[in-house]
């Protein structure tokens, strides 16, 4: 073995700084290999304690003894290789993950801005049509308007959700009046079952009934159910909205008339970027923010299938009481 350098030093260009030391310069080539095998820190950092045992075996095979400095020396050097390798590694990882978060953040931006497109152009051509007043706000055309300005209002409303969700940011609890809001609720769904043909009905709500929620969240959990519900309804069926208590909980349910699933869906259907009916408009995320924004409520989303009927989606939060007016 060659002589070992002075106490404290080695021949890594990270300690002293030299450029292109060989070690500094294979350290980082195995750092960068490992991490494009898949491999973690961890294991970058074993394989420096593996080399170790290796060069003393053998030390030890040829009865070679190793003295306290020169055993020094080759520790200095394997944690300046572990270093340079670590280093190297970090990088190369934290370059992959932010070109994967860009490709995602790209991808969900050129869906989103492709959508707006294509709702704009819609209600822009029915608008002129109807300026030239040759058709009224009452036929097909205007029919086409209120579709497409739905559309707009359902996508702003879910990609608003999915970055508060994204974002971590902390839900702004208050305590909601449940028939009010379902109120709020059905004003926007009424105009979207006008727009798809089917009926849309409303449950008697108990006016003592009181959650303790996001409203923004909750509102677009609700939408998100109903989005998908007219989405998949057959046409000349209809969907039911209801909201009621059990015990110390509100259940908030949705009901359509889709037929059902089929066998096994209901264990996928919340996940990501996964569609299951013949309708594959959008991406696949509301259901998955759908249930984000329910649990960020302290709440659960479940799904119950009634063969040959529909699907009876259902949040249920904990019960709270309004405040007593002063």
Not at 37 to 44: A, D, M, N, S
Not at 102 to 112: D, M, V, Y
Not at 135 to 154: E, K, Q, R, Y
Not at 156 to 162: K, N, Q, T, W
């Amino acid at each position: 073995m060659s002589e070992p350098l002075p106490d404290g030093k080695s021949s890594n260009a990270s300690t002293e700084g030299e450029a292109g030391s060989e070690m500094g310069v294979s350290a980082t080539q195995h750092g960068r290999e490992l991490m494009q095998r898949g491999f973690t820190v961890e294991q970058v950092v074993r394989d420096y304690g593996d080399l170790c045992q290796v060069i003393t075996g053998l030390a030890m095979e040829h009865s070679q003894q190793i003295d306290v400095e020169e055993f020094r020396t080759l520790n200095r050097c394997l944690d300046d290789g572990i270093a340079d390798a670590v280093t190297e590694f970090s990088y190369k990882r934290d370059l992959s993950r932010a070109d994967s978060q860009a490709e995602t953040l790209n991808e969900r931006l050129g869906f989103l801005a492709h959508e707006l497109r294509n709702f704009l152009q819609k209600a822009t051509l029915a608008i002129l049509v109807i300026k030239r007043g040759s058709v009224g706000m009452a036929g097909a055309t205007g029919a086409v308007l209120d579709s497409s300005l739905v559309g707009m209002s359902n996508l702003i409303d879910r990609s608003l959700a999915e970055v508060r969700m994204s974002a971590g940011m902390p839900a702004r609890y208050g305590i909601i009046s449940v028939a009010d809001f379902i109120y709020d609720v059905k004003i926007s769904a009424l105009l979207e079952a006008d727009v798809r043909r089917c009926s849309f009905t409303v449950s008697v709500i108990d006016p003592t009934l009181a959650v303790d929620a996001d409203r923004d969240m909750l509102f677009s959990a609700v939408g998100n159910l109903l989005q998908n519900a007219f989405k998949f309804t057959r046409h000349g069926t209809g969907i039911k909205l209801n909201a009621y208590a059990e015990a110390d909980r509100v259940l908030i349910s949705v009901e359509d008339s889709c037929g059902g699933l089929a066998p096994g869906v209901e264990e996928t259907m919340f996940l990501p970027y996964t569609q299951n009916g013949t309708d594959k408009s959008g991406v696949g995320l509301g259901l998955a923010i759908c249930r984000r924004c329910v649990e960020a409520n302290n709440g659960v989303l479940s799904v119950r299938s009634i063969p040959g009927s529909g699907c009876v989606f259902t949040i249920d939060l904990p019960r709270h009481a309004l405040p007593t007016p002063v």
